[in-house]
């Protein structure tokens, strides 16, 4: 996500593609969820196993109900 990309305009997703070529398919899905998430204004996690987390998600990552709820009222 573009910091400083304007509210106005729809959110955009950039991924690199040279370092996400070495990292298996469901690493990949994991990432470019992460990065989705973020276009839907969830902000990075602490918490091990969650989606938002920095850095590569797990391969089988989720979200909380605090996270479900605020992409639910976006």
């Not at 573009?2 to 729809?10: D, E, F």
């Not at 690493?27 to 196993?49: F, K, M, N, Q």
Request: net charge positive; aromatic share 2%; proline share 8%.
């Amino acid at each position: 996500l573009l910091r400083g990309w304007p509210a106005t305009r729809p959110a955009l997703v950039l991924l690199a593609g040279e370092s996400l070529s070495r990292l298996p398919i469901e690493r990949r899905v994991a990432v470019a969820a992460h990065e989705i998430g973020h276009a839907l204004g969830l902000a990075h996690a602490v918490t091990p196993g969650n989606l938002m987390v920095r850095g590569v998600p797990d391969c089988r990552p989720w979200l909380d109900t605090a996270q479900t709820r605020q992409i639910e009222t976006e």
